[in-house]
């Protein structure tokens, strides 16, 4: 699904006036009355009792008049409390006003704080809302009156729906500006907006509605659209269903280079996830004194000793037995579990500039190659990089809280610059690719939050890059099918607690369940 910014609805809207020749009154009253549609199907027992609609001076504050003269049209009592002077209010948006009176609708007038404060007590009797302040494109922080609007509503505790976007949310980011509306329900227009499917974006939006308001289909071509959500029938077209025929030699062969003292476990569930997914063969090779226990730990996988350091960890005298293991493989992870040793460090280093595979690069293996862009120039080989928003961080030589306060510009910027995909991980994990394009994963919730899961996640895309799929598809269906199997765990062992091998063991369910749909 297209997920567009602000800028390409707007261009979205001049293109359909401009070249279809439909009017923008016409979107606008469209606009209002699918909201309305909407609006009923949720709150219309609640709505009897009385529906305030807030509204500013631009086209948002238009669609929330055509809600208001639509509802009142039904038989629902409805007001508008009016944040602009009326005489600022113009073009489509003045002349769905200027209706209001002749469909029996109160215009209360609150653009001012001593207005405001006056209607303070009608507006606490109004059962439900309808926020028309601002639309998607707001791009300054909210302020004086319009931040006491909002905050007000809010704390009435009512049920919102939000028109196109809450007021105060930006399109882009996700990323509330000062003070934002906290919608039970938002109603969009023609595609969903980034800010409305990114976190902290996704709790201010409440439940997601698209309408269709008569923009065609296929204009949405002419913008070039660069962000997009995951969906079960996307995904659907990156996993195909196997040949009866098929047998361990055509299904890949995935080398795991993971482990150090104490972190066994990442590197085991590693090679274990890939072969949960799929991958027909899987070759873990570990530090030399750990390959015991990776050889009780992985039944199903084959282990390598490698030459370790005294200190029982890998580095530069492994890499020629690496190499040499990767030449008859068709996929490397490397990094879960490795450790912070200087030595380990070294070795990654080497293996991201000269590994001649498919390879994919997660936690330890991050973290050394943070200032090391270099080796990515000329690398003969797709690369995925799997950070968290810390790793992320240290690749970027900047902080944990900057990343997340735009997390598509991050992961967009890291893709596009060192020429790699990258998986951003998080709620909504993204992911982003060397031409720009950014995917968005719906799937997944808070219960992932616990130790192991990247280790898994690592295993599952390294695992469907073995079979041969394409590095940017096996991100997304990774990414997909991880959280999807995280979702199966919440709703059938509770909304936390389960774990990562658990996890793990739910993924031929989610490719079961994703054939089973097509």
């Known amino acids: 699904m297209v997920v567009l910014t602000s800028t390409e609805m707007q261009t979205l809207d001049r293109l359909t006036i401009e070249q279809f020749g439909l009017p923008g009154r016409l979107l606008m009253e469209n606009a209002g009355r699918e909201a309305v549609r909407v609006f009923l199907s949720h709150f219309g027992d609640t709505a009897r009792q009385g529906v305030g609609v807030i509204a500013g001076r631009g086209n948002n504050g238009g669609d929330g008049y055509v809600i208001a003269r639509c509802l009142a049209q039904k038989g629902y009592p409805v007001r508008v409390y009016l944040l602009s002077p009326p005489d600022q209010i113009q073009g489509d948006a003045a002349a769905n006003l200027k209706l209001l009176p002749a469909a029996g609708v109160p215009v209360i007038q609150a653009a001012d704080e001593a207005s405001f404060s006056r209607c303070q007590q009608d507006m606490r009797a109004e059962a439900v809302w309808v926020d028309a302040i601002f639309g998607t494109g707001l791009r300054s922080e909210v302020r004086g009156l319009f931040r006491n609007a909002i905050e007000f509503i809010n704390q009435l505790n009512r049920p919102v729906l939000a028109v196109d976007i809450p007021s105060g949310l930006s399109a882009d980011t996700g990323q509330p500006g000062g003070a934002c509306i906290r919608a039970r329900l938002t109603v969009t227009f023609a595609h969903p907006k980034i ?155 080497e293996l991201a500039r000269s590994s001649p595979i498919p390879t994919v690069i997660d936690a330890d293996g991050l973290n050394h190659l943070a200032g090391a862009s270099e080796v990515f120039k000329n690398r003969p080989a797709d690369t995925v990089l799997t950070p968290h928003p810390g790793e992320m961080a240290r690749l970027l030589g900047t902080t944990a809280a900057a990343v997340q306060r735009d997390r598509i510009a991050c992961a967009r910027d890291l893709a596009t610059a060192l020429n790699l995909h990258v998986v951003l991980k998080g709620a909504r994990t993204l992911i982003a690719h060397p031409d720009g394009t950014v995917y968005i994963n719906p799937t997944g919730n808070s219960g992932m939050a616990s130790g192991g899961m990247g280790d898994v996640l690592t295993g599952a895309l390294a695992g469907l890059i073995a079979q041969g799929i394409r590095s940017d598809l096996a991100a997304r269906a990774a990414v997909y099918l991880h959280g999807a199997a995280a979702d199966h765990l919440a709703r059938s062992v509770g909304p936390w607690g389960y774990l990562a091998g658990e996890v793990m063991a739910a993924l031929p369910g989610q490719l079961m369940t994703l054939f089973a749909e097509a």
């Open 195 to 349: 800010g409305q499917v990114v976190f902290p974006g996704v709790d201010y939006t409440g439940r997601l509605e698209v309408v269709d308001i008569g923009i065609p289909p296929a204009l949405v071509d002419c913008i070039r659209p660069r962000h997009f959500l995951l969906s079960a029938d996307t995904v659907r077209g990156y996993v195909a269903p196997r040949p009866a025929d098929t047998h361990k030699g055509r299904t890949g062969h995935l080398l795991v280079i993971a482990g150090s003292p104490g972190k066994t476990g990442a590197a085991a569930m590693t090679a274990a996830a890939a072969l949960r997914i799929g991958a027909g063969l899987v070759t873990l090779a570990t530090p030399a004194s750990l390959h015991a226990i990776m050889e009780t730990l992985t039944l199903e996988a084959m282990t390598v000793p490698l030459p370790e350091t005294g200190a029982g960890t890998l580095g530069p005298s492994a890499q020629d037995a690496i190499l040499g293991l990767a030449q008859a493989k068709s996929c490397l992870a490397l990094g879960p579990g490795l450790g912070p040793a200087p030595e380990t460090g070294e070795l990654v280093r």
